[in-house]
């Protein structure tokens, strides 16, 4: 907004002099900043249009407004979202649009902003809640989690709740954080104002009616109440914390944009044990707009060679015609377009289980089995499955017992400050022997096939709690191991573009230097320049004892120690299973010994950390 634009004119409400102060404090801003200013205004109107002296006010300042009679304080909702990947604050923002068109105030609200002190002073929480890696919160849920889980937890006999848990039944836990919340609340003397839904990939068949009997519940409470119209923009009744990007113009997981293949470059050697791609991508105007730290959905496809395989194993015709929740279109295009077959899920070991009745299967559906499980679902592909345990199938049972065909996320490896209208990925394809045969990933299949000029069905995974400072002269620490480096390279670009005057310290770890140092000659090249002021690598293979990033740390703990101290925020990107909380560890490490803190200390440090956004993690 500019002084040429300024505010519309609202006599009754601002007088000229404000009006002037307010245009003049926006008149920079660029449109994602306006965002959070008005979402921070729809935040604070709604809070004070529920005082009584608002309500009173607003009439008096409005005369041609009908009285409004009086009336009860409304209930007001929480929407708390704990989400890695996006799904929850989607369901969440959809849930906060629909009580707020049935009257209800509500707020909507990452758990990465909620204050958990506050929790005993909620009356309705709606919690929409993510399971991460072996059963774990996601990163922005963890001090909720932590104060829930200790002796500091309060007592909730006035909170109303309903859990919505969101999982992926690939993973032995499946929908483990949001049972335990569910359970940990109704511990704490919470009532239940429905019961816990768990969704897998595929949510609408369970969140829509869990979101539709939310709505109905709330309408049932709100009868009870009277309630005023709201007079013009001044009594907002839902404020959404995240800022929401255009549905008309942005591309969506349910409705993806095209980008163009620009590039496809192996950059690992030829002898190295993993095949990584860098892959370049022309994005369409206006569709795909990103931030370093964003990650960017691929719609994938099954190969012929793995649907062909699955084919040949339940010996079914590839024209069959399967419906399933409303949608028909043959079996080799459900195998195809719809059904993981490179990717096991426990309903297709539950199947095999009563179809065979073998006790080795029924054995890793019980706890004890859970091992077992946890690593078929890791290693082991359908066709892997349904040879070892042959069973007579229909088409329809097939492809129910099946997951839904997920798209693929990547870190983003590119900032648009320094690309413009591209977006850069790194991706190891993912391929192994079994049996004599050859498995390759899904993905892995599908983007190692692509060429220049291809197109391929993408959109952006904002990703908020992994972001730059603001602040450009805070150092940033960035750990990435691998294909972990990628969002970093983003961030690098971001920062040089902006001027940015903080320095950058980057540990990358691989097996060897020699095969795969991802983007070497860039690092290098930076390191050069200045751009990036330090470069610690650690490559596993090249000595007789393994060095990993976490070692790294530990052996530069004091230099480490003293960037935390002047302000650095820390990153780290890749694998959720072992690196992530060995690095976790390193750095309670380097805090105890060259802090001087004891173990709890180091927690507490740690803690404040990440409440404060200097420390975070997009692990998977």
Partial sequence: MSAASPLPAA???LDPERAQRLDALVADLDPLALAYVSGYAAALAAERSRATRLGAAVQAALPSAAPAARAEPVPVATVLYASQTGNGRRVAERLGRELEAAGVAARVVSAADFAPKHLADERTLYAVVSTHGDGEPPDDARALFDLLAGRRAPKLPNLA?????????????????????????????????????????????????????????????????????????????IAVVTPLRPASVAATREQPGEAEVLAN???????????????????????????????????????????????????????????????????????????????????????????????????????????????????????????????????????????????????????????????????????AERDGERRTGAASAHVAALAAGDRVKAYVEPNPRFRLPADGHRDVIMIGPGTGVAPFRGFLQARVADGARGRHWLFYGGRHLDSDFLYQLEWLEALRKKQLHRLDVAFSRDQAEKVYVQH?????????????????????????????????????????????????????????????????????
């Avoid at 028909?328 to 059904?339: G, I, M, N, S, V």
Wanted: glycine fraction near 6%; charged fraction near 30%.
């Fill in 265 to 431: 470059q192996r950059i690992t050697a030829r002898g190295a044990e993993r095949d990584v791609r860098h892959l370049e991508l022309a994005l369409p105007e206006g569709r795909l707009d990103y931030e370093p730290g964003d990650a960017l959905g691929l719609r994938i496809e099954n190969s012929p060679t793995s649907v062909e395989r699955v084919l040949e194993l339940v010996r079914l015709d590839a024209g069959t015609t399967v419906t399933l929740d409303g949608a028909t279109a043959p079996l080799a295009e459900w195998l195809t377009k719809r059904r993981e077959v490179t990717r096991v899920a426990r309903g297709l070991v539950e199947q095999l289980a009563r179809r065979t009745g073998d006790p080795e299967l029924a054995r890793w559906l019980t706890p004890e089995g859970g091992e077992s499980l946890r690593r078929a679902l890791k290693e082991l592909q359908v066709a892997d499955l349904l040879k070892r345990w042959p069973a007579d199938w229909d088409a329809d049972s097939l492809v129910a017992a099946l997951h839904p065909l997920s798209p693929r996320l990547y870190s983003i490896a590119s900032s648009r400050r320094a690309v413009g209208d591209e977006a850069h990925l790194t991706i190891a394809l993912l391929e």
């Fill in 11 to 13: 006599p009754l409400l």
């Fill in 552 to 620: 790294r740390i530990r052996e530069h703990g004091a230099e480490f120690w003293r960037w935390l101290e002047a302000g650095a925020h820390v990153y780290v990107c890749g694998d959720a299973e072992r690196m992530a909380p060995d690095v976790h560890a390193a750095l309670l490490d380097v805090i105890a010994t060259h802090g001087g803190r004891d173990a709890e200390g180091a927690r507490e440090y740690v803690a404040e950390l990440t409440a404060q956004k200097r420390y975070a993690r997009d692990v998977y």
């Fill in 161 to 237: 709740f309903a859990v919505l848990a969101l999982g992926d039944s690939s993973y032995p836990k499946f929908c483990a954080t949001g049972r335990w919340l569910d359970e940990r609340l109704a511990e704490l003397g919470a009532r239940r104002l429905q019961e816990r839904v768990e969704c897998d990939v595929d949510l609408e068949p369970k969140a829509g009616p869990w979101v539709t009997q939310a709505i109905a519940a709330a309408r049932a409470t709100l009868a009870e109440h009277a309630r005023p119209e709201p007079v013009g923009a001044l009594a907002p009744r």
